[in-house]
């Protein structure tokens, strides 16, 4: 059985990796809003939505829900030769699937002025055909980024089979690192030569997008033994794969849709409102993706192990955990961001062309997508128990059901609220979808809830309310003594109520706790 402490290990191992390119990525995020002007930026990053939904739909849904249960089923009945050889046929067939995409994108996106029209008509607000013509264009120029990024998450799949975490976890911070670059010294280039300095980050997209595969790559030549596609598309695998994956791209897509969607009614908002949603969408991914992914990124491989020898116990307590240790990770980290909203983006974006209104509608939006931040976390989860049995499609109905809440209340909301609306929609769908999947999987492997799973978290809740009264109070203390500082007002708080969490789960004996300190400390399960 795969063991708690082995799922922190590689959850820590994940969470570390991703902790330094989430870092890099606010980095990022800081120097491109202080840089690069309002009207410049807004356009950029609708464009860069289309490249990263086709990313998530193909990719990530192929590596995390089609593939890896395959993989992992071969490499636990089968040999190491028969699993390298099923790699190298599946990423014959992604090339040509995400080339074959590419080259449709590329087709289409000069229809997208038909859809903001559309948009603009519900929303009550014009949009401006020049700056169409801009997101068309930088939307061009971005969209090849999905052939170079598909392959990077692809290789995700064989990498997590075989337990390596660490590469795919660090590299998205080449993308982060080149874009920094190119926004400081390239952008003052093509502002001087009358080039809008959006392009300036398309460059740096590019750049970014080649590098992670470069590293990717090698990683998978190290540890999966796989250099280059053999072309065997005639592997008998390879339609296993793809029927499983057709529900997940139907499923997945609902989900891009969704995102799609929301896209296109931030875009005709305005500008102002497209910084906000994503500087806020930022901040809930830090917790969402270090914490979150990497338990989910863990979770799957070990449930798709179990899933292979039909021991539906172990799916059920490996989900329980990852339940359970989500809860003690994202929970805090919820908290904190409603709780210190405010000084947290005063501190990381307000300056340059970042200004206080920008500040001020960042902050609300943080606070509605932070109250579902929770439940987004728990749908990766729990789509890893269906995908460990190959059923890729009870997700997908789900979803599918969560996409057409999600729009109709956005149709619903943006006009009497604005993007606050959407923000709104977004953690309503995701709340049900929750629940939904939730109640189905309790019927399928029994109760995902046990006396232990109760008492933990009703400990870590004990723990995060004292932690929210610190956070707050100390926050109010330090604008007593320091009314200016920025940084003294978030950091303080942070260490402080950090601190409090971590003690108090320490004396109430939330075992997640002692399972990272576990690991941290090196020790080994004992046999």
């Known amino acids: 059985m795969e063991s708690g402490r082995q799922l922190s290990k590689f959850t820590a191992i994940f969470a570390g990796g991703t902790f330094v390119s989430r870092i890099s990525g606010f980095i990022r995020e800081m120097v491109w809003f202080a840089l690069i002007p309002t009207q410049s930026i807004g356009p950029f990053l609708v464009a860069f939505k289309f490249p990263n939904m086709l990313r998530d739909l193909v990719g990530e849904g192929a590596t995390n829900a089609a593939f890896i249960p395959v993989f992992s089923e071969s490499i636990e009945k089968e040999s190491k030769e028969a699993f390298r050889d099923l790699v190298s046929a599946t990423m014959s067939a992604m090339l040509i699937v995400l080339g074959v995409l590419t080259v449709l994108g590329l087709l289409l996106l000069p229809f997208l002025s038909q859809s903001m029209g559309f948009f603009g008509t519900v929303s009550a607000k014009a949009v401006a055909g020049q700056r169409i013509e801009l997101i068309i264009s930088l939307s061009l120029w971005t969209f090849p980024y999905l052939f170079f990024i598909g392959m990077t998450v692809f290789a995700m799949g064989p990498l997590f089979t075989v337990r390596h975490y660490a590469t795919p976890s660090w590299s998205p911070a080449l993308l982060n690192v080149a874009v920094i670059l190119c926004c400081w010294k390239l952008a003052p280039l093509f502002v001087g030569r009358g080039i809008d300095p959006a392009y300036a980050l398309v460059v740096g997209v590019w750049l970014g997008g080649i590098a992670q595969l470069v590293v990717q790559y090698m990683a998978l030549a190290k540890y999966a033994g796989v250099w280059l596609p053999n072309f065997h598309l005639t592997h008998p695998a390879i339609p296993t794969m793809f029927l499983l994956l057709l529900p997940v791209l139907i499923g997945q897509s609902t989900g891009e849709v969704n995102k799609f969607v929301d896209t296109l009614f931030a875009a005709v908002l305005g500008d102002d409102k497209v910084k906000a949603l994503t500087a806020a969408n930022r901040l809930i991914q830090l917790p969402f993706s270090i914490f979150g992914l990497a338990v989910a990124a863990a979770v799957l491989p070990a449930a798709s192990r179990a899933g292979a020898r039909q021991d539906f116990e172990e799916i059920r307590y490996t989900l329980i955990h990852g339940l359970r240790q989500t809860f003690f990770l994202v929970f805090p980290s919820s908290v904190g961001l409603i709780c210190l909203r405010g000084p947290i983006v005063r501190l990381l974006f307000e300056r340059g062309n970042f200004t206080a209104v920008d500040t001020g509608q960042t902050a609300t939006a943080v606070l509605l997508y932070g109250l579902g931040l929770l439940s987004f ?94 956070a707050y109070g100390v926050n109010r203390r330090i604008l007593l003594y320091f009314p200016t500082s920025r940084l003294y007002s978030v950091v303080i708080p942070i260490f402080c109520a950090s601190a409090v969490y971590a003690v108090l789960c320490y004396f109430l004996d939330v075992p997640d706790l002692r399972s990272f300190l576990d690991v941290l400390c090196g020790k080994r399960e004992e046999s």
């Open 377 to 470: 976390v728990w749908v990766k989860v729990l789509v890893s128990g269906f995908y460990a049995v190959k059923d890729t499609k009870t997700p997908v109905i789900v979803a599918s059901a969560s996409m057409v809440l999600n729009i109709l209340l956005n149709f619903a909301m943006v006009k009497p609220l604005g993007y606050k609306g959407l923000a709104i929609a977004t953690t309503i769908s995701y709340t049900v979808n929750f629940a939904v999947l939730y109640a189905l999987l309790c019927a399928r492997f029994g109760s995902l809830w046990d006396r232990e799973f109760a008492v933990a978290l009703l400990r870590m809740i004990v723990a995060g309310s004292i932690m929210l009264a610190v």
